[in-house]
């Protein structure tokens, strides 16, 4: 099974950072604290903005993130920065260092390995269920998501913004797979899982290594499941995932 190497440095510059947060905080140009009808509350926007930054590795593990900082670049008090960090901490991304601050979480090799291990037998799982109760219109929606990963194989190019492509179809592929089992807690259960397993990919291991192998894999999920062979989807599954386990230093 290969395994993909760790990347010592796949992250933006905290300028880059600042100025995609900034893109995504129109709260930017109101008064601090304010709120139109139907907006999104401030706490929620900073909380999915960062999380997001987090999840497409625009910060090293072990970076501080400053309060007031963030605050400045989403135009916010400092209480919805607060509440965003304390939902993070709980989700695993953020750790807080008593009367020092907050700082993306560092995880040892045995977390990310016995994790890997873990994410593996549920996504495997997942497959192996799919393969028995998809219906028609469920293979349908998994062979259309297929087929518009299989296009990125033809772009000559391994930029940020094609892996981030990648990310999201990828994530629709998964969730699709999800719903096929016709159990919404078993889904409900896995999303956690999967935005982990997206944060150590983008900052331990790295994606374009394996890009269009992941691709090929998971057409072949895909017709396993879609032929009704659940142990096939299984497998192939489990070693999609496994593949995925970045080599770490111990």
Known sequence: MARSKVVSDGTVSSAEAKQTANKASPSKQRKKGTQRSGEVPANSQV????????????????TWLSIDDLASQFGVSRQPVMDAIKRLTIEGFIEIVPQVGSRVRQYSAN???NFFDLFALTESHIARTAALRADPDD??????????LGVLTKIDSKSYELLKLYRSLNRKL???????????????MVEGLRDRADFFITTYAGLDQRLADAIS????????IATRQPDKAGEIMLAH??????????
């Open 47 to 62: 909380y999915s903005s960062v999380k997001q930054q987090l999840l497409d590795g625009y910060y090293r593990p072990g």
């Open 111 to 113: 977390d990310i390995t």
């Open 139 to 148: 293979i349908l929606e998994l062979r259309l998501i297929s087929a518009q």
């Open 174 to 188: 998964h969730a699709a797979l999800s719903n096929s089992t016709k159990s919404p807690l078993l889904g409900e």
């Open 217 to 224: 894999e998971h057409e072949e999920i895909v017709d396993a």
């Open 241 to 250: 995932v496994l593949a995925f386990k970045p080599e770490i230093p111990e």
